[in-house]
Each structure stands twice: as C-alpha cells, then as structure tokens.
C-alpha cells in the first residue's frame, strides 16, 4: 500500500476541517450513499439516511408529523440544538 502523497494528505485535512466546521455550526450536509440514499448529516452523532421514496414519503406528511410533535411536546424530550 503506497503512502498518501503531500497533496493527497492536504485534500484530507481540508476535508476533514469543513466536516468540523460543519458540525459546530450546525449546518445540515447531505450526501448520496454508496448504496444510492441520501443521508443527512448534521442532526446528530450519526447520519439518517433513507431512500428517495421515503424522503418523499417523509416529506408529504410534514405537516402531520409537526402537528403530532406540538401535541406531543410535553412528553418528548429536548435537546440542546448543539448536541
């Protein structure tokens, strides 16, 4: 296995500086998956990730989904945005 050479290592650390800069500004990423999903990073320690059809799906029933949190509220717990 050949060693990264300068330029390789370069990109990677400018990678890896925009994925922190991105966390700890709580600026949501999203990526295509190797298996074709898309993920979002930023929501949490771990991405969610599902397929176009279910985004879709998701995102048809938002308003459902917002009004089932309000009247839930009182029993689900927060968190703070920068966790």
């Known amino acids: 296995m050949a060693e990264p050479s300068y ?7 400018a990678e890896l500086e925009k994925q922190q800069k ?4 709580g600026t949501l990423e999203f990526r295509v998956s190797e298996k074709g999903a898309v993920s979002v990073y930023g929501m949490g320690r771990f991405p969610v990730t599902l397929y ?4 879709t799906r998701l995102l048809e029933a938002g308003d459902k989904l917002k009004e ?3 009247e839930n509220k009182n029993r689900l717990k927060m968190k703070n945005a920068a966790e």
């Open 7 to 13: 330029e390789e290592l370069k990109a990677k650390v």
């Open 22 to 25: 991105s966390k700890r500004s």
């Open 52 to 55: 176009y059809e279910q985004w």
């Open 68 to 70: 089932f949190l309000e």
